[in-house]
C-alpha cells in the first residue's frame, strides 16, 4: 500500500518535471498557441511609451508592438514595469518583449538578447534657461551637479562624459530628473533628446543645450533562448522599414512633437 | 555551493562589498544625526504640547497631527523641491534628508517623551518644589531625567523605524545602504543579489538592535523599571 | 487675490486626475488592510497557541517584516520573486503592490493580535474550560470576541500606517495619489510646490479621522500597550 503511493507520487514528479523541461514551448510556440503578445513597457515614458491624456496607454513602442501583433493576428497584452522593473520581467517571463528606448549595453546582453537597433537616440543635457549654459561641455566643471534617472545609460554617459560635475541618480526616472532641475536641485539633467522634447515644449523655462553627447542605438529585447522570436522581430523590422511605416512612425513619435497635438 | 550560485551569484556581490559597508555606515550616520536632533527637539515639542497656554500647545499638537497624518514621502518631497525656493539651493541632499526625517520623526519622539513625563510620580515635581526648585528647575533636574529613562525601550523601537526611514533618502539621490542596493542594480543589471544584500543589511543592522535593546533591558533595568510599562 | 482665483482654478482642473489617484489609494489601502488583518489575525492567534515551533516561525516573520524597510520589501516582491521560476509569483505591479502591502500589514496585526488576546485576564478562558468549552471554543466564544474589542485602537493606528505607506507604491508605477500628482507636476512644473501640498492635504484629510478615531478608541477601549503608530 505504502509502496503504490510512493509509485504514485513518483510518477507524478516524472511527469511534472517531464512537462515542465524536455517538452518546453519556445517563446514563439507560446505566442502561437495562446494567441497573445505580451509586452514589457515603462510606465511613464512619453513618446516611447505613456498614459495619454485620455487615460489610453499609447506612445511609439507600443504602436509598433500593437502593429507587429495586428499583421502576426495575435492579441497584444501590454503590462507595464517601473524602468528598473523591465529586465526582471522579461527574465521571469512576465513579458515576452521588452519595448521600450533601451539601449543594448554589455552588461545589459549578460540577462538579455536586444533586436537590431530600431531607433536612435541622441544623449542632450538640459536646464533652466536663466542657468546661461550653452553647451552640454559647459558643464564638465567642479560644482556643478547634473541628475540622470538611476539605472539608464544616461547615468553612465554623465559619470563619463562629465566627469568632473557631481552626478546624483534619481531612482523615479526622468519626471524626476526634470522636477529637480525645475526646483533648482541640479544644474542640469542628462535624458534623450526626444523624451525632453515633451517636458521643454510645455515649460518654456527649460531648454536643450547644445551640441548631442553621444547618440546610442535603441532596440526591444527577449530572453536568450527565444530565438526564434529573435529573429522575426528583426526581419520584422527590416520589412516595415522597406515599407516605409517604421519610417512614419519614427517621425511622428521620435524626430517631433507632432504626438503632443493628438495625447498630450 | 554550486548549486546555490545558480540561484545567487556571489562573486558579483563580493564586488560589491565596499559599496555596502559604505552605504551600511551611511544610513547609520545619517540616522544617528537625526536620532539625537529628533530627541532634542523632541523634549521641546512635548513640552509645549503639555503647555496650559492654548496657543503653545495647539501649535504643538498641530504640527504632530500634521506630520502624523501624511506620508514620509511627500514631507520629503515638500522639503526637497520647496526649500530650494523658500531659501535658495542652501542644503545639499544630505543636510536636506537630516531636516526633512528630523521634522518627520521629531512628533513621534515628542509624544513618547510626554507619555514619560507623564508617568513621573507628581510627588517628585512637589518635592522638588518644596526643597526650593522652580518649575524650570524641576523640570531639567528631577522629571526630565527619569523620564527619558523610562522611555528607553519604546525610543529604542522608534529608532528602529527611523533606520528604515532613512530607505527613502535614496530617492531623492542620497547614497546609503538602499542606494548601495540600487546602485548595484544599475550596474549589474541583477535584481535579485541587489536587494537581497541591501535586506540582508538592514536585518543585520535590525539585530544589532535588538540585541542592543536586549541589553540596555537587562542593565538598566531592574524588576521596578520593567513594571513601568 | 488674483493669485487665489488663479489657484483655485489650478485646484479645480486638477481635481479630477487627483481623485483618480486618491481612489487608487483608497483601493490599495482597503485590499491590504482587509487582507492583512486576516492573515495578521490567523498568525496571531497561532501564536498565543504556545507551539514552541509555530511561535518561532512566527517569530522569524515578524522579525523579517519589521526589520526591513517596506521600500526593501517592495522591490523584492516586485524585482526579486519573479526570477524564481515559479508562475504563482510573477505578480504584476498591481499585484505586487497588495500582496507587499499585506504582508507588511499582517506583521502589525500578528503583534496586536497576540497582546489584545494575551490581555484578556487569564480567568476567563479557564472558566470557560470549566464549563466544559475546549479550548477552541472557549477561544473562538470567550477571548477572541474580547481581543477584538481591545485591538480596535491599535489596528486603527496601523491603517494609517497603510495609508502613508501606499504613497512608496509610486515607486514602481502605481497611479495612485502621489503618483498622480507628480504627472501633474510634469504637466504643470511651475505649480510643483502647490501640488505636493495638496496632495499632503488629501492625504490628512483620509489620516486624520482615522488618527482621531485612534485616538477616541483608546479611551472606551483602553490601551494593551501596542502602539503601532
Redesign the interface.
Known amino acids: 500500500m505504502k509502496f503504490s503511493i510512493l509509485k504514485t507520487a513518483l510518477a507524478v514528479f516524472i511527469t511534472a518535471f517531464i512537462s515542465t523541461s524536455a517538452f518546453a514551448e519556445s517563446t514563439m510556440e507560446k505566442i502561437v498557441k495562446t494567441g497573445k503578445l505580451t509586452i514589457a513597457v515603462q510606465t511613464q515614458g512619453p513618446p516611447v511609451s505613456f498614459v495619454n491624456k485620455a487615460g489610453k496607454r499609447t506612445g511609439f513602442a507600443v504602436e509598433l508592438a500593437q502593429m507587429m501583433a495586428d499583421d502576426m493576428g495575435v492579441e497584444l497584452v501590454v503590462q507595464d514595469y517601473d524602468w528598473k522593473g523591465l529586465i526582471p520581467a522579461l527574465i521571469s517571463g512576465k513579458a515576452d518583449v521588452i519595448a521600450a528606448d533601451m539601449t543594448p549595453t554589455a552588461k545589459r546582453h549578460m540577462q538579455i538578447v536586444f533586436t537590431e537597433p530600431v531607433f536612435f537616440s541622441e544623449t542632450i543635457a538640459f536646464a533652466k534657461a536663466d542657468k546661461g549654459f550653452s553647451s552640454w561641455k559647459d558643464l564638465n566643471k567642479d560644482g556643478i551637479s547634473v541628475g540622470a534617472t538611476q539605472a539608464s545609460s544616461w547615468s553612465d554617459i554623465a559619470r563619463k562624459m562629465i566627469s568632473n560635475a557631481k552626478l546624483k541618480e534619481y531612482s523615479g526616472g526622468t519626471a524626476q530628473t526634470v522636477q529637480a532641475v525645475v526646483a533648482g536641485r541640479i544644474d542640469a539633467g542628462i535624458s534623450d533628446r526626444a523624451t525632453i522634447a515633451a517636458f521643454t515644449s510645455s515649460n518654456k523655462d527649460l531648454v536643450v543645450l547644445d551640441g548631442q553627447i553621444t547618440k546610442e542605438p535603441l532596440g526591444f529585447a527577449v530572453r536568450p533562448d527565444s530565438l526564434h522570436l529573435l529573429h522575426a522581430l528583426n526581419n520584422y523590422k527590416r520589412l516595415i522599414e522597406l515599407d516605409g511605416r517604421l519610417g512614419q512612425k519614427i517621425q511622428y513619435w521620435w524626430n517631433s512633437t507632432d504626438w503632443q497635438a493628438d495625447h498630450n | 555551493m554550486e548549486f546555490l550560485s545558480n540561484y545567487f551569484n556571489f562573486r558579483i556581490v563580493g564586488q560589491y562589498t565596499d559599496v555596502f559597508i559604505e552605504g551600511v555606515l551611511t544610513t547609520l550616520v545619517l540616522a544617528g544625526i537625526c536620532l539625537v536632533l529628533s530627541i532634542f527637539f523632541g523634549i521641546f515639542v512635548a513640552l509645549m504640547r503639555m503647555s496650559s497656554n492654548p496657543f503653545v500647545w495647539r501649535t504643538a499638537a498641530a504640527y504632530i497631527q500634521i506630520i502624523r497624518s501624511t506620508p514620509l514621502l511627500i514631507q520629503i518631497y515638500l522639503i526637497y523641491y520647496g526649500l530650494p525656493f523658500l531659501i535658495g539651493n542652501f542644503f545639499g541632499e544630505e543636510a536636506t534628508a537630516i531636516i526633512a526625517l528630523t521634522i518627520h520623526s521629531t512628533p513621534y519622539m515628542a509624544e513618547i517623551i510626554r507619555a514619560g513625563i507623564a508617568s513621573i510620580d507628581r510627588g517628585q515635581s512637589e518635592g522638588a518644589m518644596s526643597v526650593g526648585m522652580n518649575k524650570m528647575q524641576n523640570m531639567f533636574y528631577i522629571v526630565l531625567p527619569q523620564a527619558l529613562a523610562n522611555v528607553v525601550p519604546p525610543m529604542l523601537g522608534q529608532t528602529a523605524v527611523l533606520i528604515k526611514d532613512t530607505s527613502l533618502f535614496s530617492i531623492i539621490a542620497v547614497f546609503e545602504l538602499m542606494g548601495a542596493g540600487l546602485r548595484m542594480y544599475s550596474e549589474t543589471v541583477i535584481a535579485t543579489e541587489s536587494y537581497v544584500t541591501t535586506a540582508v543589511c538592514y536585518l543585520l543592522i535590525y539585530m544589532m538592535m535588538l540585541v542592543f535593546s536586549n541589553i540596555v533591558q537587562k542593565q538598566l533595568g531592574g524588576g521596578a523599571w520593567q513594571t513601568a510599562h | 487675490m488674483d493669485s487665489i482665483i488663479e489657484k483655485y482654478q489650478l485646484f479645480i482642473d486638477l481635481l479630477p486626475l487627483l481623485m483618480t489617484g486618491l481612489w487608487m489609494t483608497f483601493k490599495v489601502s482597503m485590499f491590504a488592510i482587509i487582507i492583512g488583518s486576516l492573515l495578521g489575525f490567523f498568525l496571531g492567534i497561532l501564536r498565543t497557541l504556545n507551539n514552541k515551533i509555530i511561535t518561532n516561525i512566527i517569530g522569524l516573520y515578524l522579525?523579517?517584516f519589521?526589520?526591513?524597510?517596506?521600500?526593501?520589501?517592495l522591490?523584492?516582491i516586485?524585482?526579486?520573486l519573479?526570477?524564481f521560476?515559479v508562475e504563482f509569483l510573477?505578480f504584476?505591479?498591481f499585484t505586487a503592490a497588495i500582496v507587499s502591502l499585506s504582508l507588511y500589514t499582517s506583521s502589525y496585526v500578528t503583534e496586536i493580535v497576540t497582546a489584545a488576546i494575551n490581555a484578556v485576564p487569564k480567568g476567563q478562558s479557564e472558566g470557560a474550560r470549566s464549563v466544559g468549552m475546549s479550548k477552541i471554543q472557549s477561544l473562538y466564544h470567550i477571548v477572541v470576541p474580547q481581543a477584538l474589542k481591545l485591538s480596535i485602537p491599535p489596528m486603527s493606528g496601523v491603517y494609517?500606517i497603510i495609508?502613508?505607506?501606499?504613497?512608496?507604491l509610486?515607486?514602481?508605477?502605481i497611479?495612485e495619489l502621489?503618483r498622480q500628482g507628480?504627472?501633474a507636476?510634469?504637466?504643470l512644473?511651475?505649480n510643483?510646490?502647490f501640488i505636493?501640498?495638496v496632495?499632503?492635504l488629501m492625504?490628512?484629510i483620509y489620516?486624520?479621522p482615522v488618527?482621531r478615531f485612534s485616538a477616541w478608541a483608546e479611551k472606551r477601549y483602553g490601551s494593551i500597550?501596542v502602539?503601532p503608530?
Do not use: W
Open positions: 522579525h523579517i519589521r526589520g526591513t524597510p517596506y521600500l526593501v520589501q522591490y523584492l516586485y524585482f526579486v519573479p526570477s521560476d510573477k504584476d505591479s494609517v495609508i502613508k505607506s501606499t504613497a512608496l509610486s515607486v514602481i508605477g497611479s502621489t507628480e504627472n507636476i510634469l504637466r512644473p511651475g510643483l510646490m505636493y501640498f496632495i499632503a492625504y490628512f489620516c486624520y488618527l500597550g502602539d503608530e
